[in-house]
DNA sequence: TGCACCTGTTTTGTCGACAATATGATGATC
DNA sequence: GATCATCATATTGTCGACAAAACAGGTGCA
């Protein structure tokens, strides 16, 4: 995946954040740290050395470590501290279990309650990815992705939905895809998925955008767990 | 709901929780007094105030607060406070949409995960509930719905889905059912409900459990919009 | 050698005080 | 009378210091 890539993923998934507090940024940028591997995978985080690394108190960095652990990125135990989650194989599988629910029933719900307007952004959005994919430039295609997930979630009016996935998940798959570095293929296959869903959608047929999207889902971990195993 | 039953559901509930520090059980404290109401929905939670009452410093019901809020009991906004989350249909609605997704997965883990003995107890467990039910103790019908899911769940062996459920949604849930003031009845249908959800767990048949556990899921959200409605 | 215990050090938990921001009342201006 | 600016108040955000708990190293004993 190249930098512009992850440029471009994280501009869409943090549009709508800004930092008000100290607490704030320096959540996301430990976030950001933690994502990126900046600070590796299952290392311990001492307030301390955070503190002085990140140039805040302890009491800002003990709320960042909070809500990290919210969002599933660390595990804290009381009276001893506070450590980078471990990426493994079984961790991986369990993440895509709980996406293929969540998000096939964003899809559902997307089918249901999805303006037509949106609809037609989201088509327009499929149209422009095509033309960058069919030019060669395969290197949007994380970006693209990301940004498809996100209009189908966030159009399920469901708020629960949307902060599971947005603020908790979509940080530990795309920490997955940085550190055991994944960037596809599966660029023209997944598009043809995008656009049979994006199609049940706009019929308004919960069923299939549902089935179908639980299906991109369960392909695309295959296709990971492959990789895995044989790479 | 009889006292007896809340007692009980909190015992299953919290059965492996322990608080160590201080933290720990003013948290516990306060999501207790929320879910039951004895702080209102929609009230803001003034932080000196709540130091004094529960007598610690500003320092523990922050991090009280913080996690409150990791489990959507409350919200925060930066520079303001926070307040308990308001109860509306539509959040009803939503928090049912997910529980259907999520736990109906579950059940197709369960079916899947789930070792021989586990499936044993919790055909024992329906037993010994039916018993009860038939002798007209409908009283525990509560604690044994929430015994039933909770070992669901337990049984899927995911631990992001048991952590948002167990950890999160479950206590909303509860608390839409005490504030709301909806213990059932649907005791005898939903009874045969489960009973069909664990013989298709226990011949894994893995399609056959999510689709009987997503069904009780809609007709439960269902029963409780018509008491919204009607009563 | 292996295990238990004690002790000094390090790290986390908790506290009270100060700084920065929002809130609400008061008054001025159109 | 309504709207906006200003200021006092109250609340949250941040900090540094102390208390309590875990950790590591060494010592004594079986």
Redesign the pocket.
């Known amino acids: 995946m190249s930098t512009l890539a992850i440029l471009r993923f994280y501009t869409v998934l943090v549009k709508n954040e800004q930092a008000?507090?100290?607490?704030?940024?320096t959540f996301f940028q430990l976030r950001k740290d933690i994502v990126e591997g900046v600070i590796p995978a299952g290392s311990?985080?001492?307030?301390?050395?955070l503190?002085t690394k990140y140039?805040?108190?302890?009491?800002?960095i003990?709320?960042a470590i909070n809500r990290l652990a919210t969002c599933h990125l660390v595990e804290?135990?009381?009276?001893?501290?506070?450590r980078v989650v471990a990426l493994s194989p079984e961790g991986l599988i369990q993440l895509y279990q709980v996406r293929e629910a969540l998000e096939g029933m964003a899809a559902r719900l997307a089918a249901r309650y999805m303006s037509d307007e949106e609809i037609a952004d989201m088509q327009a959005l499929l149209d422009s990815h095509f033309d960058k994919v069919k030019d060669g430039q395969s290197y949007y295609q994380e970006a693209g992705d990301v940004d498809f997930h996100y209009r189908i979630v966030t159009g399920s009016k469901n708020d629960h939905l949307i902060s599971v996935l947005v603020d908790g998940l979509y940080h530990l798959v795309r920490m997955y895809r940085v550190q055991l570095g994944m960037a596809g293929p599966r660029v023209s296959t997944a598009f043809d998925e995008h656009r049979h869903i994006v199609n049940a959608i706009a019929n308004r047929d919960e069923e299939l955008a549902e089935m179908l999207m639980r299906r991109h889902i369960l392909y695309s971990k295959n296709n990971i767990e492959k990789k895995l195993n044989h790479g």
């Open positions: 008000i507090t100290n607490a704030d940024r311990k985080l001492s307030e301390m050395e503190s140039e805040v108190s302890r009491a800002v003990r709320e804290r135990k009381a009276n001893v501290g506070a």
